[in-house]
Structures are given as C-alpha cells and as structure tokens.
C-alpha cells in the first residue's frame, strides 16, 4: 500500500511539473539570434496564469498575463550587437533557460526552389563553392546561426513547427541550408563584424499567390480568386497556403528585413505578378509591424523552359523590375550573367549571396560609394543608323571592353528583330548599338529572351547588367 502511494504522489508530482512547464515555439531556443536594438517579441504558452521573463544582458524582468487559450508574448530590449552569448529565463514556476543566445541582424529569407537549394547542392546540381564553405563553416558558429521551417501537409494554419531547431554554423548543419542565404549571412558578418540569423521559410515550386492571404490577393484586379484557391492544385501553389504554413509560425520573430528569391513558378502569369508582390510586401510589412523593411529580391535567371527563345520568362523578368517602383525600399539583384540553359538551378549561389549582400550592405548598413546594384539601361538615343544606350550603376564605366557584346538586339518600324552588334562607347557607361539589317532601328533589347548564352555585361564591380527592353511589343518575340 505504501508502495502505490509512493508511486501516485511520484505521478502528481510528475504531472504538476509537465503542467507547468512553459512550452514555447520552434523559433525560441537554444543558439538564436535576436535582432539588435530593437523591442522584440518573446512568445509561448503556459498553464498558469503569469508569466516571467529575465533578460541576462540587462538583468530586466517583463511580467506579462497568459490569455484565455494560455497564450503569452511580450516585448523586450536588446542591446546592440556583439559576440556576449546571453540566457534569458522564461517561468510561470518553472523555469525554463535558453540559453547561448547571440544578438545582431537577423533576415527573413524565403520563396522557392532556388532559395530553397541547400549548400550540398541537389541529385546532379552543384553549388559553386560548396565543398570550401562547408569546411570552414565551423569558423562562423558564432557568426551565423539559422533555422529552416519544417514542410507539412496540413494546409490549416499553424503557429508553430516542429522537428527544427536553432542551427550553430558547423560543417554537417551548413550543408542543408539554404546557400543564397548563408553565402549572404557569410558576407554581411565578414563586413559589419556582427552576427547574422537567419530564418529561412522556402518551398520549391511554390507560387507567390500562396504566399498571401486571400483578403490581400482579392485586392488585385484582374486576378482569378477561385483558380488561385482551387483544392485541385498543388499545396504550394495555392492560395494561402505557404502563407498559413510556412509564415505565419514565424510572424513574431523581430528581423531587419526579408530576402526573396522566386518567380519561376509565375511565368504564366507574368502580366500580375507586379501586384502581386507589390500586395505581399505590404502584407508582410504590417504582419511584422515594420511599414518600411528592407524587402530585396533576386530577379530570376535566364533558362529555356518551354523554349529558349521565347519571351515568357523575359516578361516575368520585367515584371520584377516594375515592382521596385511600386514597392518603397526595396531593391533586386540581376542574374542576367549566370543564367543555365538546362537547369533552372544555376550553381552560382556565392555570387547571388554575394549580390544580395551588397544591395543590403549599401542601403541597408550605409557602405558608402558602391553601386548597390548592376548597370540599368536608363535612355536611349538613336543617331545615324545605330542606338546608343545608357546606363547608370557604372560611373567607372562598363565591361568588357574592346569586344562585341552578345544578347543586344535591334528592330525598325517594321518590328522585326535581328541580333546586333554592339560594343561598349570608350569608358563610358554607353553601348553603342547596330545591325546592318536594321538601317533606322526604333527598338533595342538585351538579353530579353527566355535563355541567351554569353551575356557578359557587367559595371567594374562584377555585377550584372539587367535586361531591358525599349519597346512594348509583348506580341513580338
């Protein structure tokens, strides 16, 4: 008998203890990273009634009432960034530590397969640099430190994930990351000498119509809500589902700002796809409480999909470059240089990072007197039979010189369009541009194909021209 009392009042006891104990979300563990100077949101569930929060880099306590579902989250400060590992205590009576916590910037990193592409690469796709990065990454633990959200078939919305956690940069964790952003994180921590945590929220193939809620998709005209929510498509192609999924569990965490790569999956709809994101910054932006985050993306790469020389993915392409007009702070990258005709996932991930990191550095962080960006054509003038074009980010002028430029190309009234010659003007940020088939030439195009082999135009700093067009015939390939 005393015996089996011994063992109910060890079960009580047990169960009193599992009762109590805080339960908190994937984001909030051990190793993260928590955006410096800033009030951050600190978030979980308990069974009792309060909640205590301890701060070790300012000995601050925070008090704060679970709600009726025994939901908590309140706001704390962070102190500028450094290298000082911290704890912070959480207890609604008993106490839970995370513990090795590191403050500096941290960055939303989402969209589809190419930010999805892990640093190991894919079954016969490489990533450029992999093999070096992974075995010095044990070199940045505490430099860089991220966290994937885990996939799910459910498509009803979450608020948390599980079976992720909270990576420290060590060879085996770096290999499974995404390599745009680490090879981003990797450039921003050699640069402002701080860390960098990155949540990465990504799926292959997924549209950008399920990365927003339907009250944010029915605000576009001309878009079909009913074909964008049909149960007949793939999860991550439909409506709010990667938004409910993948998102939404993550809403909380305090970042300086997103990173996005993705656009393939909308070729089909490219005359939409300037709303649309337009409409899912804005979203994003007051989902995060943050009217003006930093929102920078990647313009797809040149490859052939259905034919290399169609002009879907070029119109996809324009797209993407017309919403930086709409979208305040904002920025792209062109991948116009590193595009792969037969995969659509082009190794060169070191020099996307590498992009995406110079465009933050310089209008996020103030790095003074670099281009933020490649070469944009600006104007066009014709003069005697040729186009002289101008661009902008290249005040060292443009390269390479001294040859002829592949990709141009150039039509006359009759709107038929021949390859061109062209070659850089000098060392000025000018190409001059003709064709002997095209004796008045009214329209210039570069590298406004689905895939052109060879284009090379880049300013000084190595970054890429973007392609363009001067006419607004979308019927003329």
Request: with cysteine.
């Amino acid at each position: 008998m005393k015996k089996l009392l011994s063992i109910l009042i060890l079960c009580f006891c047990f169960s009193s203890f599992i009762q109590g104990k805080i339960k908190l979300p994937a984001m909030m563990g051990d190793h993260m990273i928590l955006q410096q100077n800033s009030s951050v949101k600190l978030w979980g569930w308990a069974d009792n009634k309060k909640v205590t929060v301890t701060t070790s880099w300012n000995n601050q306590t925070y008090q704060v009432l679970t709600d009726k579902n025994g939901a908590w989250l309140v706001k704390v400060n962070t102190p500028g960034a450094s290298y000082t590992p911290y704890f912070i205590t959480i207890s609604d009576g008993e106490e839970v530590i995370l513990s090795d916590i590191l403050i500096g910037e941290v960055w939303i990193c989402s969209g589809q397969s190419n930010m999805d592409m892990r640093m190991m690469g894919n079954t016969g796709q490489p990533i450029d640099r992999s093999l070096e990065t992974i075995l010095h990454a044990g070199n940045y633990r505490n430099r860089i430190r991220f966290i994937a959200v885990s996939r799910t078939k459910d498509v009803q919305q979450r608020t948390d994930f599980e079976g992720r956690k909270w990576e420290v940069s060590a060879p085996e964790a770096v290999m499974t990351c995404s390599a745009v952003a680490y090879f981003f994180a990797k450039q921003v921590t050699e640069v402002l000498d701080i860390p960098v945590g990155l949540v990465i929220s990504s799926w292959g193939g997924s549209r950008i119509e399920s990365w927003m809620n339907e009250k944010t998709l029915a605000s576009i005209d001309g878009v079909d809500i009913e074909a964008a929510r049909s149960s007949k498509l793939k999860m991550h192609h439909r409506l709010e589902c990667m938004y409910d999924t993948m998102l939404w569990p993550v809403r909380n965490f305090t970042a300086r700002g997103f990173l996005w790569y993705q656009g393939e999956s909308n070729i089909f709809n490219y005359y939409c796809y300037a709303p649309m994101m337009t409409a899912m910054v804005q979203l994003w932006r007051e989902v995060w409480e943050a009217p003006d985050m930093p929102f920078y993306y990647v313009q797809i790469a040149p490859h052939k999909y259905k034919d290399s020389q169609d002009t879907d993915a070029a119109l996809l392409r324009e797209a993407q470059t017309k919403a930086l007009e709409a979208i305040p702070n904002s920025g792209m990258v062109s991948t116009t240089d590193i595009g792969d005709e037969f995969c659509i996932h082009p190794p060169q991930k070191d020099i996307v990072g590498l992009r995406l990191a110079t465009l933050a550095l310089t209008k996020t962080y103030n790095i003074c007197r670099l281009p933020p960006t490649g070469p944009t054509m600006t104007k066009v003038d014709y003069l005697e039979g040729k186009a002289i074009v101008t661009f902008d980010n290249a005040s060292a002028g443009l390269t390479p010189a001294f040859c002829n430029l592949e990709g141009f190309e150039i039509a006359g009234a009759d709107k038929k369009f021949y390859p061109a010659q062209a070659q850089i003007v000098d060392r000025t940020p000018t190409v001059r541009v003709w064709s002997e088939q095209v004796n008045q030439p009214i329209a210039v195009r570069y590298a406004f194909r689905n895939y052109v082999g060879n284009v090379l135009l880049r300013n000084t700093f190595g970054l890429a021209a973007f392609p363009f067009r001067t006419d607004a015939w979308d019927d003329v390939k």
